[in-house]
């Protein structure tokens, strides 16, 4: 039977067996053992973006890696596409149930209102767009989630 230290050990030195990786592109990804994931930063419209990129169940992170690849260069469009995605399937949603702040907003309003906050590249392909609600919907994330094929399957609030 193997006691908690040895356990804790064990745990301790799975994560230290992920390197950092330097990548031209995606910059320098550090590995977060709390998440499971690496993490770095890209440039988009001038400001620094969050971006997560998780480990599959062989331990891997290629998979995630070459989504990441390329999704980033295409990140305007991509982010473009996910706000009309947001449009599509939250506004009814918002000027029906979230009227706090007083008339319904237009999809111009809404769009220009939600801003995104990080992306979290998942191993089969998928990409999950975190944007900041704009107080849309009392400060609640929305979640924009990607398909394998670059179309927009779910949008959701949480928090």
């Known amino acids: 039977m193997l006691s908690?230290?040895?356990?804790?050990?064990i745990k301790i030195n799975k994560y230290m067996s992920y390197p950092d990786?330097?990548?031209?592109?995606?910059?320098?990804?550090r590995y977060d053992s709390e998440f499971d994931w690496y993490e770095s930063q890209v440039i988009f419209y001038e400001t620094q973006l969050p971006i997560s990129l998780s480990?599959?169940?062989?331990?891997?992170?290629?998979?995630a890696l070459?989504?990441?690849?390329?999704?980033?260069?295409e990140l305007k469009h991509y982010a473009k596409s996910a706000k009309e995605y947001a449009v599509e399937q939250l506004l009814k949603l918002k000027n029906e149930t979230w009227l706090d702040e007083g008339d319904k907003i237009t999809s111009e309003?809404?769009?220009?209102?939600?801003?995104?906050?990080?992306?979290?590249?998942l191993p089969e392909g998928k990409v999950e767009f975190y944007y900041n609600d704009g107080n849309l919907f009392l400060g609640h994330c929305i979640i924009l989630k990607m398909d394998n094929n670059n179309y927009f399957v779910d949008a959701s609030i949480h928090g």
Request: glycine share 4%.
């Open 4 to 9: 908690l230290k040895k356990l804790v050990f």
């Open 21 to 29: 990786i330097k990548h031209e592109l995606l910059g320098y990804l």
């Open 55 to 63: 480990i599959d169940d062989n331990d891997k992170v290629e998979s």
């Open 66 to 73: 070459d989504r990441a690849i390329c999704i980033v260069p």
């Open 109 to 121: 309003e809404f769009k220009s209102r939600i801003i995104l906050e990080g992306l979290v590249f």
